[in-house]
């Protein structure tokens, strides 16, 4: 339930850079504060280079507009991703801030989102991610923008070099590690608690909330942790490889004398995943997880029924030979294994093989896995969900509960031309609830929810989040325990 509206902040506000106005939100209890640097801009010396801190400016900035979105390659047009062109540049690490608080000493849990788009798409400033329900139901709301792709992630022998850490590669994870300690040091000026700091994120988001509890670097900058539909328990880039990799590119001064446009071009088919480094990761995730190291927070995590159908499409001739051929050259010796789990024995059979085989390996092993490790090593609670409603409108058949369907339920935005019904609208106001009281307390639960219990191994209960909110057990328990045994092979 929204909280009651009423007159929000007075501007101008003062943050550690200066003073800055925002604008009125769509109700006159919320302000919102645009494009705030948390960050210098990342270019000529500072392209792959450790974030530095923003300059101050004087008099008072206008926090009323977005900034450009970080460089990267649109979603083709028929994507069910695509989204209108924004301004791109490479001076992109900016944060916005939604906030219902009525002063600055209110001191409201914070959430801090983490926009997905496989680290090289994606922005803050995407309208599925507008904060303004969540702000009205009592949390500050922060979404930001990091480099991506060769501009967040390259590795090079050269920059090892410069290093004072001796790594390289992982600039977006350090760019989302600046931005959570701008909000540490200035978001009680939006009424936000610095101790009660969500992170939470969607697919490339999730990975990036997966990594920051892993890393040493993020400890103590945030005490609760969400993560959709992402997780980064398999094999990791080492630094050495990462590097040789990133050395096919040329010399760094080279590089850097590149216009963004070039290096877009030249990196087009090339893939530059988060590496081991030694600093921000001392080793895999898993290994992390595995040994206790972890950041010790509350966790809530989960994944949806149909990842795979707009992530993995099945061919329009596909056929189950091709399907049964593709699970002998993944799995060798255990194809037969493998086969009985997810059946071929006609090509309409395979294409849901297809597809439920896809959604466990990417998606739901990584997030049970995930909390199972944590309740493992770690003294935090967590909690598993699944989400299987169907959004309703002419695409449903072909889609299902899509990669990052649950997104507008979250966030309680049910806009645009889906013909949403009462259904989505009560599912959509349960879970941002949850995420809210989850954000407030480190536990989901709340008044008139049902009620959510703690993850247990041995219990293995999950929330469905779908026409009805229930308790299951055991969700796809052989497949995701062959997969464990996969892992550890």
Same mark, same amino acid.
């Given at each position: 339930?929204?909280?009651?509206?009423?007159?929000?902040?007075?501007?101008?506000?003062?943050?550690?850079?200066?003073?800055?106005?925002?604008?009125?939100?769509? #109700?006159?209890?919320?302000?919102?504060?645009?494009?705030?640097?948390?960050?210098?801009?990342?270019?000529?010396?500072?392209?792959?280079?450790?974030?530095?801190?923003?300059?101050?400016?004087?008099?008072?900035?206008?926090?009323?507009?977005?900034?450009?979105?970080?460089?990267?390659?649109?979603?083709?047009?028929?994507?069910?991703?695509?989204?209108?062109?924004?301004?791109?540049?490479?001076?992109?690490?900016?944060?916005?801030?939604? !906030?219902?608080?009525?002063?600055?000493?209110?001191?409201?849990?914070?959430?801090?989102?983490?926009?997905?788009? =496989?680290?090289?798409?994606?922005?803050?400033?995407?309208?599925?991610?507008?904060? +303004?329900?969540?702000?009205?139901?009592?949390?500050?709301?922060?979404?930001? *923008?990091?480099?991506?792709?060769?501009?967040?992630?390259?590795?090079?022998? +050269?920059?090892?070099?410069?290093? /004072?850490?001796?790594?390289?590669?992982?600039?977006?994870?350090?760019?989302?590690?600046?931005?959570?300690?701008?909000?540490?040091?200035?978001?009680?000026?939006?009424?936000?608690?610095?101790?009660?700091?969500?992170?939470?994120?969607?697919?490339?988001?999730?990975?990036?909330? *997966?990594?920051?509890?892993?890393?040493?670097?993020?400890?103590?900058?945030?005490?609760?942790?969400?993560? $959709?539909?992402?997780?980064?328990?398999?094999?990791?880039?080492?630094?050495? @490889?990462?590097?040789?990799?990133?050395?096919?590119?040329? !010399?760094?001064?080279?590089?850097?004398?590149?216009?963004? +446009?070039?290096?877009?071009?030249?990196?087009?088919?090339?893939?530059?995943?988060?590496?081991? %480094?030694?600093?921000?990761?001392?080793?895999?995730?898993?290994?992390?997880?595995?040994?206790?190291?972890?950041? #010790?927070?509350?966790?809530? =995590?989960?994944?949806?029924?149909?990842?795979?159908?707009?992530?993995?499409?099945?061919?329009? &001739?596909?056929?189950?030979? /091709?399907?049964?051929?593709?699970?002998?050259?993944?799995?060798? =010796?255990?194809?037969?294994?493998?086969?009985?789990?997810?059946?071929?024995?006609?090509? $309409?059979?395979?294409?849901?093989?297809?597809?439920?085989?896809?959604?466990?390996?990417?998606?739901?092993?990584?997030?049970?896995?995930?909390?199972?490790?944590?309740?493992? !090593?770690?003294?935090? $609670?967590?909690?598993?969900?699944?989400? *299987?409603?169907?959004?309703?409108?002419?695409?449903? &058949?072909?889609?299902?509960?899509?990669?990052?369907? @649950?997104?507008?339920?979250?966030? *309680?935005?049910?806009?645009?031309?889906?013909?949403?019904?009462?259904? /989505?609208?009560?599912?959509? /106001?349960?879970?941002?609830?949850?995420?809210?009281?989850?954000?407030? +307390?480190?536990?989901?639960?709340?008044?008139?929810?049902?009620?959510?219990?703690?993850?247990?191994?041995?219990?293995?209960?999950?929330? @469905?989040?779908?026409?009805?909110?229930? !308790?299951?057990?055991?969700?796809?328990?052989?497949?995701? #325990?062959?997969?464990?045994?996969? =892992? %550890?092979?």
């Amino acid at each position: 339930m929204c909280l009651p509206s009423a007159l929000a902040l007075t501007d101008p506000i003062r943050i550690s850079t200066g003073l800055i106005s925002g604008v009125q939100g769509a #109700d006159a209890g919320t302000r919102v504060y645009k494009a705030i640097p948390y960050a210098a801009a990342p270019t000529g010396q500072l392209r792959w280079a450790a974030p530095k801190p923003a300059l101050a400016w004087a008099g008072t900035r206008k926090a009323d507009q977005f900034s450009p979105v970080c460089e990267q390659a649109p979603y083709p047009a028929a994507s069910i991703y695509y989204s209108d062109p924004a301004p791109m540049s490479e001076d992109c690490l900016y944060l916005n801030v939604w !906030t219902a608080a009525k002063s600055s000493t209110e001191r409201r849990p914070v959430m801090l989102w983490i926009h997905g788009g =496989a680290l090289t798409r994606g922005a803050g400033s995407t309208p599925a991610y507008d904060g +303004e329900a969540l702000a009205g139901k009592g949390v500050v709301l922060v979404t930001i *923008n990091y480099r991506l792709g060769i501009f967040g992630f390259l590795a090079h022998p +050269e920059l090892t070099k410069e290093s /004072d850490r001796k790594a390289s590669g992982n600039y977006a994870i350090l760019d989302q590690i600046a931005a959570l300690e701008w909000v540490q040091k200035n978001i009680q000026a939006f009424g936000g608690d610095p101790k009660r700091i969500t992170i939470f994120g969607e697919s490339a988001g999730s990975w990036s909330v *997966n990594y920051l509890m892993a890393t040493p670097l993020a400890r103590g900058l945030f005490q609760r942790a969400i993560g $959709e539909s992402g997780g980064a328990f398999g094999t990791m880039r080492t630094l050495a @490889e990462a590097e040789e990799i990133g050395a096919k590119f040329g !010399t760094i001064q080279a590089l850097r004398e590149k216009s963004a +446009e070039d290096l877009m071009k030249a990196s087009a088919t090339a893939s530059f995943p988060p590496n081991v %480094d030694g600093w921000l990761l001392p080793t895999d995730v898993r290994t992390i997880f595995a040994q206790g190291k972890q950041n #010790d927070v509350a966790l809530l =995590a989960g994944s949806n029924a149909d990842e795979g159908k707009s992530l993995s499409p099945w061919p329009a &001739n596909g056929k189950a030979q /091709d399907y049964i051929d593709q699970i002998h050259r993944l799995f060798g =010796a255990k194809a037969d294994e493998v086969l009985k789990l997810y059946p071929a024995a006609t090509d $309409e059979q395979a294409k849901e093989s297809h597809f439920a085989s896809y959604r466990d390996l990417s998606f739901a092993w990584q997030m049970r896995t995930w909390v199972r490790l944590q309740t493992k !090593t770690g003294s935090s $609670e967590a909690y598993l969900y699944y989400f *299987n409603r169907v959004p309703p409108g002419p695409q449903s &058949n072909r889609y299902g509960a899509y990669h990052a369907a @649950e997104i507008a339920y979250v966030f *309680n935005n049910l806009t645009g031309k889906r013909p949403w019904e009462e259904t /989505d609208r009560k599912l959509s /106001d349960a879970m941002s609830s949850y995420w809210v009281n989850f954000a407030a +307390e480190g536990d989901p639960n709340g008044k008139g929810l049902p009620t959510w219990p703690a993850y247990k191994s041995d219990e293995d209960a999950a929330i @469905e989040f779908g026409d009805t909110i229930q !308790t299951v057990h055991g969700m796809r328990a052989a497949a995701l #325990d062959f997969f464990d045994r996969w =892992a %550890d092979r």
